[in-house]
């Protein structure tokens, strides 16, 4: 029947760990309460419409690029693992 010992110090610490958290919670929100602290949105760039169409192009063709030295490096290794493969079985 044993492991009342295991449960009460799990309770045990579970109590402390949430008289911690609300002491820090209070401490979070004494220090943002100040008249200084303001939410400021995020400002984002704004582009035309035809650098977008540019800058889209870019990438995607550096995409592009970045797929078809992938396919290549891919073929190489697999032809040459295959040759060592059938040299050694031969």
């Given at each position: ?7 009460s110090?799990?309770i ?74 059938f040299?050694?079985?031969?």
């Amino acid at each position: 029947m044993g492991g009342g010992g295991f449960a009460s110090h799990a309770i045990k610490t579970m109590k402390q760990n949430r008289t911690m958290l609300k002491k820090h919670r209070s401490k979070k929100s004494k220090r943002f309460s100040s008249s200084n602290h303001t939410e400021e949105k995020p400002a984002y760039k704004t582009v035309s419409p035809e650098k977008l169409k540019h800058i889209k192009a870019r990438i995607k063709k550096e995409g592009d690029a970045v797929k078809r030295r992938d396919f290549i490096i891919t073929v190489v290794v697999i032809t040459i693992f295959t040759g060592l493969f059938f040299l050694w079985v031969l």
